[in-house]
């Protein structure tokens, strides 16, 4: 009689498996982005206040640290992106101090724009659906409203795909 009950343990072991991995992908996944998400930070510099809403054409904004090896790691792609024909402006959002990511910014020979996220960047990046605050975090936005977002590091592979979520915002040339 041990067959019935092994069979019956191992179906046992297989559901408990499946809801697990069900439920972890449920807590992993983000909340709705919502369409009126915005919002306005001083540049790294200090010198002028950015509002996503405001910015012309299609945005990539990306929440970054000085810390996170996959944030930085991503910086050339992102780069790219920018300098590329595709129209994508890229605009980077540190949680860091003014000096730090300058730092980090000059080692990685990146010239995008940053925005200073203060105390208000794990709210901010919430309120966008990373309710974790996991970095990198990137939200993208087309006629001012969001459209897309992706938590963690972007690659050839799902920085076009993450672009393409998004109407009427042309894919990076390659």
Known sequence: MPFPFTRALMRLLFTALALSAALTARAQALEPLPDDWDFTLPSLDGGRFITASQEPGPLLINFWSVDCAPCLAEMPLLQQLADGPSGWRVLLVTADTPAAAARAMQRVGSTL?????????TALMRAAGNTRGALPFTVLMTNGRPCARHAGQLDQQTLPALLAQCPHAAAPQR
Do not use: F, H, I, M
Not at 113 to 121: D, I, Q, S, T
């Open 113 to 121: 724009p940053v925005a200073r996220g203060g105390k208000g960047l």
